[in-house]
């Protein structure tokens, strides 16, 4: 009974955090706030970014070209039409 309670409330916990982080990575300001929160709080930026990692939040990289990196084949691909495409329609 008790590991039930206990499962409940971590998955309770982890949707409130999971919508929370969503919606300050929708608005700007509201992620400027919180960056500058995190700043002072390096320990929690990091639990913060290690539970993102563990629950399917992956960092925004790029390669060294600037692309975005963590991009599937297809998406890298789509990805490099689009950019040709809008090079071609500069030119």
Avoid: C
């Avoid at 700007?28 to 500058?36: H, N």
Wanted: hydrophobic share 35%; no cysteine.
């Amino acid at each position: 009974m008790l590991r039930r309670i206990f499962q409940l409330s971590k998955r309770f916990g982890n949707s409130i955090i999971s919508r929370s982080v969503r919606t300050v990575l929708a608005s700007p300001g509201l992620k400027r706030q919180a960056v500058a929160v995190l700043a002072r709080y390096p320990e929690l930026k990091h639990r913060l970014r290690l539970w993102g990692l563990r629950h399917g939040r992956q960092p925004l990289s790029r390669t060294s070209d600037g692309t975005p990196g963590n991009l599937s084949r297809r998406a890298a691909r789509v990805y490099a039409d689009l950019k040709r495409a809008i090079e071609a329609r500069e030119n």
